[in-house]
């Protein structure tokens, strides 16, 4: 079964680093691209950006470029989102999501929520 | 950046009815689109993918047409548990994708 394992919550302070994980398994990761989307408190879906577990090239979205920093261990199967100083506005959802079939989005990760609060 | 619009915003339905929603794009995005359920709680999935197929294991009763800029995702016999809200998202100008706002459908 392809699944993507998403690292558990979190709390943190603004001005804060924080580096979330996705663990592919159940098929070759280096064969699909990953992408991350956000999802503020009860609000829609925002693609955040891509990377390519091969070479690690990435493409961001203008929303987020400069914000976070897309990577991957291949060794470990791992993809991460990281940011060097939190803010509150980055309280959020975050999914990944596997990029397979036609580029589409499947499966997703089930989520970790990043709460930044003072 | 390519805008998709959905509506309505909210459709009231009860089980057993028909529901009807609607993507637009503000460019054509040829047959790149896809329809994402999403349940309280839980990730979103993949139920349409390129305007038109089924993804794995997705009922049939769940469907999609259009192309260009209209797309319709009609699920023809609500079940308890499709009541959701609804995504639509373009790939046309990869790698550069957008989502729409969602669609929730509620029981009435």
């Known amino acids: 079964e392809v699944q993507l394992v998403q690292s558990g919550a979190e709390v943190k302070k603004p001005g804060e680093s924080l580096r979330i994980s996705c663990q592919g398994s159940?098929?070759?990761?280096?064969?699909?691209?990953i992408s991350w989307v956000r999802q503020m408190p009860g609000k829609g879906l925002e693609w955040m950006g891509r990377?390519?577990?091969?070479?690690?090239?990435?493409n961001y979205s203008p929303s987020f470029q400069g914000h976070v920093t897309m990577s991957v261990d291949k060794s470990q199967n791992t993809a991460y989102l990281q940011w060097t100083s939190l803010k509150a506005s980055d309280t959020a959802i975050y999914y990944c999501?596997?990029?397979?079939?036609?580029?589409?989005?499947?499966?997703w990760g089930q989520g970790t929520l990043v709460t930044v609060s003072s | 950046e390519i805008v998709l619009t959905q509506s309505p915003a909210t459709l009231s339905l009860s089980p057993g009815e028909r529901a009807t929603l609607s993507c637009r794009t503000s460019?054509?995005?040829?047959?790149?689109l896809a329809w994402y359920q999403q349940k309280p709680g839980q990730a979103p999935r993949l139920l349409i993918y390129?305007?038109?197929n089924r993804a794995t294991g997705i009922p049939a009763r769940f469907s999609g047409s259009g192309s260009g800029t209209d797309f319709t995702l009609t699920i023809s016999s609500l079940e308890p548990e499709d009541f959701a809200v609804y995504y639509c998202?373009?790939?046309?100008?990869?790698?550069?994708?957008?989502f729409g706002g969602g669609t929730k459908v509620e029981i009435k």
């Open positions: 159940g098929y070759r990761f280096t064969s699909n691209l």
């Open positions: 990377i390519d577990p091969t070479d690690s090239e990435t």
């Open positions: 999501a596997r990029v397979g079939l036609r580029n589409w989005f499947d499966p």
């Open positions: 460019q054509s995005v040829s047959s790149y």
């Open positions: 998202q373009q790939r046309d100008y990869w790698p550069f994708l957008t």
């Open positions: 390129d305007a038109s």
